[in-house]
């Protein structure tokens, strides 16, 4: 994750002389060169991506460099966002921030653990939905841990989902009223799947649940309400009494077929 290079200068319009303060996320700095009297041009090389750090005295996201005085002192600099003229292919992640990769848009969740959640589709002429255990941004992977509340809910193009190994949580709604969603493979780390996460799909007929985790506490009011009668739930050798128990209390018909994978 990271071990890259970057390369971006900033206005200096009082010819100060700077070296950069390497925090955690920092490994080295390649190069500090002074490109003319009022710009510096530096060379960073990352262990891990950097975030902005909030500034609690300026009330806004700022970089620290540290200016060496005559003295041999040191001040601190801000430097913001704005004010980068020149960024090469640095990408200042935040927590927030939205990423779009393969037609799904996601959401950064924590910038230091390198985790994102897919919180919609971009495309709406999606026939296959595949959340991926990784995503990539900006040379660094990202950890999938997260399906959003409504996250393709009432979409009327999507036939079949699989759901990646990092993907912790489905979210409430989630996949609400996919009417022709007739196929479901969810990972096997899910440990949560929100009330009527599945609600209304009718043409759902099959679903592979690789997680061993749930429980009845774990899934949602009417998570599987309304699905097809005839639906087939593949599931762990072992565990196909209990799941089979815990999809009916949470909305499936009681004519549900429950086997082992």
């Known amino acids: 994750r990271g071990d890259v290079k970057h390369i971006y200068s900033f206005n200096n319009p009082k010819k100060l002389k700077y070296t950069l303060y390497c925090n955690e996320a920092i490994s080295d700095v390649l190069n500090v060169e002074y490109r003319s009297e009022t710009s510096v041009y530096v060379t960073i090389h990352y262990q891990k991506f950097l975030e902005w750090k909030a500034d609690e005295e300026r009330n806004h996201l700022s970089l620290v460099f540290w200016t060496t005085l005559s003295d041999g002192s040191k001040s601190a600099t801000y430097i913001d966002p704005d004010e980068i003229i020149e960024k090469g292919n640095i990408v200042f992640v935040k927590k927030g921030q939205k990423i779009t990769f393969k037609g799904i848009t996601y959401k950064v969740t924590d910038v230091e653990e390198g985790t994102v959640a897919a919180v919609k589709l971009k495309t709406s002429a999606l026939t296959t939905v595949k959340i991926p255990a990784q995503i990539e941004y900006a040379d660094r992977l990202y950890d999938v841990t997260e399906i959003s509340s409504s996250f393709c809910k009432n979409n009327k193009v999507v036939k079949k989902v699989v759901i990646g190994s990092s993907v912790l949580k489905i979210g409430e709604n989630a996949f609400k009223g996919c009417v022709n969603l007739a196929s479901v493979t969810i990972g096997d780390m899910v440990r949560y799947?929100?009330?009527?996460?599945?609600?209304?799909?009718?043409?759902?007929?099959?679903?592979v649940i690789q997680s061993g985790e749930l429980s009845a506490s774990k899934?949602?009011?009417?998570?599987?309400?309304?699905?097809?009668?005839?639906?087939?739930?593949?599931?762990?050798?072992?565990?196909?009494?209990?799941y089979k128990k815990i999809f009916i209390k949470k909305g499936a018909s009681s004519k549900i077929r429950v086997i082992a994978v």
């Open 193 to 207: 799947i929100g009330k009527n996460a599945f609600y209304g799909n009718k043409k759902l007929k099959s679903i």
């Open 219 to 242: 899934v949602g009011t009417n998570a599987f309400k309304n699905i097809s009668a005839k639906c087939i739930f593949k599931v762990t050798r072992g565990l196909e009494n209990k």
